[in-house]
Nanobody, 114 residues
Framework: QVQLVESGGGLVQTGGSLRLSCAAS???????????MGWYRQAPGKQRELVAY???????NYADSVKGRFTISRDNAKNTLYLQMNSLKPEDTGVYYC?????WGQGTQVTVSS
């Protein structure tokens, strides 16, 4: 059983920054470093979409809408995934989810006010 717990969401003004964290525990703890991980988000009334992805080797990929503003990273020693979000826009509002193969977190709300 793998548990992913996100934190760091909140309310921020346009142009502000937030840093999301995702702590992994359970059976994945010993193999966190070999799993690809991703951040997804879901805005009200919309489908869940991929925001950023990082492979076990540290290669990253971003949605076009967040390129240059968001940075995904991981600390394998801490079994933690991060998403640094800068220059936030109202369209970044949504619930952000951490994901690894077979598991999803419960999500953390990000609200960007205009």
């Amino acid at each position: 059983q793998v548990q992913l717990v996100e934190s760091g969401g909140g309310l921020v003004q346009t142009g502000g920054s937030l840093r999301l964290s995702c702590a992994a525990s359970g059976s994945i703890r010993t193999i966190f470093s070999i799993n690809d991980m991703g951040w997804y988000r879901q805005a009200p009334g919309k489908q869940r979409e991929l925001v950023a992805y990082i492979t076990s080797l540290g290669n990253t990929n971003y949605a076009d809408s967040v390129k240059g503003r968001f940075t995904i990273s991981r600390d394998n020693a801490k079994n933690t995934l991060y998403l640094q979000m800068n220059s936030l826009k109202p369209e970044d509002t949504g619930v952000y989810y951490c994901q690894c193969p077979g598991s999803w977190g419960q999500g953390t709300q990000v609200t960007v006010s205009s």
